[in-house]
């Protein structure tokens, strides 16, 4: 049987295991603390959130179609699409779609609301 590398949240905690381990050791590639400046936190006064009045314009959407994106991140990424261009299609905007997957493949797509 082979050993099983961990996944999510048991990741994130080996690898701080790690760095702790290698920090405590001296045995980091490179660290360095440069600008740091010890401070107390002082709260970010809040601004009142600014609504729009109109209806808005236009949905932009930026769709990366590259060979890095094949398989889940392809199928995430088309979902996330989807269901913007739905929104906003309920709101009455109007939607533009740039697909791309390199600097000289580009789609230029208008997305109107199916009758």
Known sequence: WGHQ???GPALSRA??????????????L?????????AVARPVPRRRARLPRARGGPLVVCLDTSHSMT???EQLAKAV??????????????CLLFAFSGASDLAELRLSRRR
């Open 5 to 7: 590398q961990p996944d």
């Open 15 to 28: 690898r701080r295991r790690l760095f702790l381990a290698r920090l405590s050791e001296r045995r980091l």
């Open 30 to 38: 490179g660290y360095a603390l440069e600008g740091w400046e010890e």
């Open 71 to 73: 398989g889940g991140r």
């Open 81 to 94: 699409v989807l269901e913007a261009v739905r929104s906003a299609h309920s709101a009455g905007r109007p």
